[in-house]
């Protein structure tokens, strides 16, 4: 008789218990991955990148300069772009300048720049300083209308040597080593109406990481 009632009563219990925590726990919320990827600011090695261009807007309606300061030798460079339509002049004309103000043909001058040959042929410039060399370049065929992902970085490799990669929509279209890295001071970053001939692009997403 005892053993019967104690049965009876953990069944009450146990049955108590159930309907206690099924209102009491919520269900879990389904959530994308990326929700939570989206809240951990974008940084690399705890250096958060400097924006100089967020939404996409056009650079011919823009007046944005950013000053950065002293430029490292290890630095990241990144934007997305697209070329709108052509100028009627000149054959050359500028998406976006990281420069010390440097003039042409002197290191700082591009440290990077992406330019743009309109005719004969339509090719993207990618200059940069590295080792000698103030200018040097690949070029690389575009199109009007096409969004491009341009990545420029210069990253410190082992005794004092820093290797330069550039790469468009994924593609890589430069590497070299640059053994005679350089600071440089009194940078900004343009890519705006401040530039001289300024491209017809729509620009977006355009960051800087100094790794200072």
């Known amino acids: 008789m005892v053993f019967k009632m104690a049965s009876h009563l953990t069944r009450i219990l146990e049955s108590c218990i159930f309907f206690l925590l099924l209102f009491t726990i919520q269900p879990a919320t389904t959530k994308d991955p990326k929700d939570f990827l989206n809240q951990i600011p974008e940084n690399y090695h705890g250096i958060e990148p400097i924006v100089i261009v967020g939404k996409a807007e056009k650079i011919l309606q823009s007046d944005k300069e950013v000053n950065i300061g002293r430029l490292s030798p290890e630095w990241h460079v990144e934007l997305h772009f697209r070329i709108d339509s052509l100028l009627s002049s000149p054959d ?121």
Request: hydrophobic share 40%.
């Open 92 to 212: 050359w004309c500028k998406v976006m300048m990281v420069t010390s103000g440097a003039s042409f043909g002197s290191h700082g001058s591009r440290v990077p720049a992406l330019t743009l040959q309109q005719r004969p042929n339509m090719r993207l410039e990618v200059a940069t300083s590295l080792n000698h060399n103030d200018n040097y370049r690949t070029l690389e065929s575009v199109a009007l209308n096409t969004d491009y992902h341009v990545i420029i970085q210069q990253k410190y490799v082992k005794n004092g040597v820093y290797e330069m990669t550039a790469f468009l929509n994924g593609v890589e279209i430069m590497r070299a080593d640059n053994t005679q890295p350089r600071q440089f001071y009194n940078v900004k970053a343009l890519a705006s109406t401040k530039m001289t001939n300024a491209c017809d692009v729509t620009i977006s997403d355009f960051k800087v990481t100094n790794f200072v």
